[in-house]
């Protein structure tokens, strides 16, 4: 089992970055997808971005070039730096683990999640 808390969403305007950082603690598998989700009011949740254990790394199409995924072992934190912000990307961003092999993107392949943060980015 894996615990996983969320910090770094606020406020940026349109254009801006943020930094998401997720720290994770428990027992995981050697063949692992670390991943980030979000989900905006009245939508599904989406996939955003996802780094597994050779440090592969997977974007959904609407963050590629904007977003970008890493790790520090030494802290068992995953980050997602946020820079050319949109409004459309003003959700509650989840981080997740996905402990085995599965697809990239689906969040029914993820096994542990956070509780989330808010992320608001205005005009």
């Known amino acids: 089992q894996a615990q996983l808390v969320e910090s770094g969403g606020g406020w940026a305007q349109a254009g801006g970055s943020l930094r998401l950082s997720c720290v994770a603690s428990?027992?995981?598998?050697?063949?692992?997808?670390m991943g980030w989700f979000r989900q905006a009011p009245g939508k599904e949740r989406e996939f955003v971005s996802a780094?597994?254990?050779?440090?592969?790394?997977y974007y959904a199409d609407s963050v590629k070039g904007r977003f970008t995924i890493s790790r520090d072992n030494a802290k068992n934190t995953v980050y997602l730096r946020m820079s050319s912000l949109k409004p459309e990307d003003t959700a509650v961003y989840y981080c997740?683990?996905?402990?085995?092999?599965?697809?990239?993107?689906?969040?029914?392949?993820?096994?542990?999640w956070g509780q989330g943060t808010q992320v608001t980015v205005s005009s």
């Open positions: 997740a683990v996905a402990d085995g092999l599965g697809s990239w993107y689906e969040a029914r392949e993820y096994d542990y």
């Open positions: 428990g027992r995981i598998g050697t063949t692992y997808r």
């Open positions: 780094i597994n254990w050779n440090n592969y790394t």
